[in-house]
């Protein structure tokens, strides 16, 4: 598997166009010397970060919580239905809003933004992958990968060769022009990764990933995971199954809305 | 550090439509089918009301909308019937005055009893030489006003008129029968004993074809030869829409004091025929064509409501990879508006086709107006504007959280 970060020489005018420079960092050499921010911010900065459904009766489904992910951390968030697992994921991915506290995402306080703004963070420094996929069913592999480039500014430049670049990272470069329905569930989860990463994103957010999936091809898919772990990605990944959370570096356990553990184990603890 | 808004290219969003649209045609064609429909039948109903309107209008065509005659009435019984004398030798110059009138001449029959016409005698023992040709008295402008045109030589003009010039212009059948085909030669014919010399031969007249057969000589010459009494009627070219006001000014210009006396011939107006005639065929047409565009707009929103209902982790995913609100309500907006006008256009070939072929078995020739083909696919994309309103607001409303985790 070739590896997904292309190394960033000097910046070209193409590469100004390309996005916001920190994008340009590479997460696992923070001193690399392109950093504007001096040492590396923290993807993730959750301060007191709390989400209350209006009642009545309100519900408080996130308690006020700090949570701090560093660049290139794997993280399982885990915790039984009704935790708060998904809440926080939704303030995490930028598709909620927390009632209170603050969220910062790559240094950018993501409260204050405008809609328009919050999904040009979403469009270019979350990659989601769903356990339903979400592929759109009509159209071929690839294009599926290039609407990830859609809304994102500076997405039209070289749309369709970065989404084959992404589909061979995940090593589906043989099924390129193949609609979603001819993919196996584990060929399909790839698919939706690789749209994840076509953007080059901060975080990449998983929600139970290997939840429509049997044991053997999750198994692939959470090595897929390590992979790009190992390549520097910053991954948060939610699940309640104990056996994937074992391979992440840090688990975050929620019960009740709070965060009840925050422990490395594994590759973690090294 | 900061952060850049999300964004929709307008070709992305114009490609984002046509793959939706395209992805099912079968599925597009069915929910655009009522506005097909509607919109043909709109077609239809104008095309064919303009089409039969146009065919009853044709029958006034545009010689005989500028054509007004003003006639004296007659009096008398049987053979004693004579024109009154109440139009005036000067009717030409009267006529020719007001505004609208492109030619005028008078044009009376003119009595010769007896009198035979024949041209220079030839010795033919055994052919006729001597003919019944009737003999009409004009002044000079009715050659304009009959549109008449010249096999060789001239008119008369108005200085034969004044001199009283024995001169003739011949029809073409009176020609041929005086056995006259050219006037280089000074041709000479005789009616009765009186001398005419031949300046023209007529090719043809647009109007009055009795004067193809006659003998045709300026109104002075027959009042000094023939003691023609008065002027039998004028014919008067007008310009195209001035009929009906010169047929009620030529009375008072010409007999001020009885205009009663003269009797005025104008084409009808064919403006009133053609009114009438569409007025009929719309009315009904154009509101069963409005019920059922209306029809296909609750197809096209009820459609496009169920197809966001289906694609609500279509939407999850698109917020999630940063649309916001407004790129979703503009997606779906867009794509019945695209269907609507994709109707549009169907369904105006669809009328365009339907009006031809009505006129093809009629014999009748299409007529359309020329902005219907172009406003028809715009009224489709209107109603897919107005179908599509609410299914895209509900789309844009469309929670990402909820509809990601509905299944896919």
Do not use: C
Request: hydrophobic share 45%; aromatic share 4%.
């Amino acid at each position: 598997m070739r590896s997904l970060r292309r190394s960033r020489g000097a910046p070209t005018p193409d590469d100004l166009d390309d996005g916001p420079l920190e994008a340009w960092a590479v997460p696992t050499a923070p001193a690399g010397g392109l950093s504007f921010e001096g040492e590396a911010v923290p993807v993730v900065v959750l301060h007191q970060a709390g989400r209350t459904f209006a009642g009545p009766p309100p519900v408080e489904a996130l308690k006020p919580t700090d949570l701090v992910i560093e660049r290139g951390e794997y993280v399982a968030i885990v915790g039984p239905s009704g935790s708060g697992k998904s809440t926080l994921l939704h303030l995490l991915g930028l598709l909620d809003t927390p009632t209170a506290g603050s969220y910062h995402l790559d240094g950018i306080d993501t409260v204050t933004l405008s809609e328009p703004e919050r999904a040009g963070v979403r469009a270019a420094r979350i990659g989601f992958v769903f356990q339903a996929f979400h592929l759109l069913a009509h159209r071929s592999i690839v294009e599926n990968v290039m609407l990830a480039d859609l809304y994102r500014p500076g997405g039209r430049d070289r749309r369709r060769e970065r989404a084959v670049e992404a589909l061979v990272s995940v090593g589906l470069e043989h099924r390129l022009d193949a609609t979603p329905a001819t993919l196996s569930g584990g060929e399909r989860q790839r698919v939706a990764v690789a749209r994840a990463l076509v953007s080059e994103p901060s975080l990449l957010l998983a929600d139970e990933p290997t939840g429509n999936l049997d044991t053997a091809t999750g198994d692939q898919i959470m090595a897929l995971f390590d992979d790009l772990h190992g390549q520097g990605l910053t991954l948060a990944v939610i699940t309640h199954d104990r056996s994937v959370a074992a391979r992440a570096g840090r688990v975050v356990g929620l019960r009740d809305g709070e965060v009840i553990e925050d422990r490395l184990v594994g590759s973690g603890m090294r | 550090m900061t952060a850049e808004r999300s964004r929709l290219n307008l070709r992305d969003l114009l490609s984002e439509t046509a793959v939706a649209l395209t992805a099912r045609p079968a599925r597009t064609v069915l929910t655009a089918l009522g506005t097909i429909l509607g919109v043909g039948a709109l077609v239809t109903t104008l095309g064919l009301a303009k089409t039969a309107g146009n065919q009853i209008v044709s029958r006034f065509n545009e010689l005989e909308a500028t054509e007004v005659v003003v006639s004296a009435q007659s009096t008398g019984f049987g053979d004693n019937t004579r024109s009154l004398n109440v139009i005036p030798w000067d009717a030409q110059s009267r006529l020719e005055r007001l505004n609208g009138v492109t030619a005028a001449g008078t044009v009376s029959a003119v009595d010769v009893g007896d009198d035979l016409a024949r041209s220079v005698p030839v010795v033919d023992p055994q052919g006729q030489t001597e003919f019944q040709i009737p003999v009409m008295a004009a002044s000079p402008g009715l050659f304009g006003a009959v549109r008449a045109s010249l096999f060789t030589g001239r008119y008369f003009d108005q200085g034969h008129e004044d001199r009283a010039d024995p001169v003739a212009v011949l029809g073409p059948a009176a020609a041929q029968r005086l056995n006259v085909t050219r006037v280089d030669n000074l041709p000479v014919i005789f009616v009765g004993d009186e001398a005419f010399a031949v300046v023209g031969i007529l090719a043809d007249t647009a109007r009055r074809p009795d004067l193809l057969g006659a003998i045709i000589i300026p109104n002075q010459a027959a009042r000094d030869r023939f003691e023609l009494g008065g002027v039998e009627s004028v014919e008067i070219d007008v310009a195209v829409g001035a009929a009906e006001l010169i047929g009620a000014q030529a009375p008072t210009a010409l007999a001020p004091n009885n205009p009663d006396q003269l009797r005025v011939a104008v084409p009808p107006s064919p403006r009133r025929v053609r009114s009438d005639v569409e007025g009929d065929v719309n009315a009904l047409f154009l509101a069963l064509g409005g019920v059922s565009l209306l029809v296909g707009a609750i197809g096209i929103a009820n459609v496009t409501l169920v197809s966001v209902l289906e694609r609500t982790g279509e939407i999850g995913l698109r917020r999630a990879l940063g649309a916001t609100r407004r790129h979703i309500a503009l997606q779906f907006l867009t794509e019945s508006v695209a269907l609507g006008a994709l109707a549009g256009v169907l369904g105006t070939s669809l009328g365009v086709l339907a009006v031809v072929a009505v006129s093809a078995t009629r014999e009748w020739s299409p007529v359309l107006d020329s902005w219907l083909p172009f406003a028809a696919p715009v009224l489709g994309a209107v109603i897919g504007l107005v179908a599509g309103t609410y299914p895209a607001w509900k789309a844009s409303s469309t929670e990402p959280i909820a509809a990601l985790r509905g299944v896919a």
